[in-house]
Structures are given as C-alpha cells and as structure tokens.
C-alpha cells in the first residue's frame, strides 16, 4: 500500500469514537480513566485503558485481537503500552507486532512500548523497528 493511501484510510478520532464501545471515563484519584472494549473472550469484558493525569495520557492495550479501539484509546498519547504476542505469527485474542507495524501511522501515540511478548518476539527482539522499544521488566518509563 502507498503512502498516500494508507494515510487516506486513516479514519477520524471522531468517526472511531461512534465505532468502538467506550465505558464511561471515570475519574481514579486526580486520573481520569476511560476503558474501551477489545476483543478478547475470557468470560468478561476486555478493556484497553488510556489514563490521563497531570497533563499526560498514557494508554494500555490489554490483550485483545486488531480493533478501532486500540486507535481511539492511543490517540495522541504520551506513552502506549500494547501487547505484541508474536513477530507475524496470527494468534487469536492477541496482537502480532507486524499487525502493530502494519497501523502504527493510525495509532498516533508519541511513544510505544511492547509487552506480553512471546518466545517467538523475546527471541527476535532486533525486528521490532525503533521508535517502537521491548518494555522490559521493572522498567521505569518517564513520561
């Protein structure tokens, strides 16, 4: 796909917020927290979380197959945590990095870090493509 097509298909913030089941944003302390439902059957609803406190908006993608909501709940956000189970590899219920790679441009956040990465990914750590970075475990991120 071109460039120029792919950034056509970029939908609206707007238009993705009528297209993807939001909960109502609650406020958790001095943070406002908004989950949106992602796809992922466990017997309960599954929820990517995007946290907004003292001017910045961190967003977590929980597990969960491609959906909108993963572009609404990272939009513009100063750090994205998201799941990349497997380099290409499909999984259902989960997040393959090359599906990541393949909407990074829709996803908007200035950072992203990876996580809930399988032997496939931790053994193939050098094909995640910088800015993109493995989070690791016990890191502290400044936001």
Known sequence: MSWSSR???ILPIDRIARSVRLVKPAT???AR????????PSGA?????RIEIEGK???YSGDGEWSESHVAVADGADLFVCEAYTVERVVKNHLSYGEIRAHREELRCKR???THMSPDLLNRLDSIVPPDAPAEDGQIVEV
Do not use: C, D, F, N
């Open 7 to 9: 950034k056509a298909s």
């Open 28 to 30: 958790v302390g001095q």
């Open 33 to 40: 927290v908004t989950a949106y439902e992602v796809v992922h």
């Open 45 to 49: 609803p599954a929820h990517a979380l």
């Open 57 to 59: 908006v961190i967003a």
């Open 112 to 114: 992203l870090y990876l």
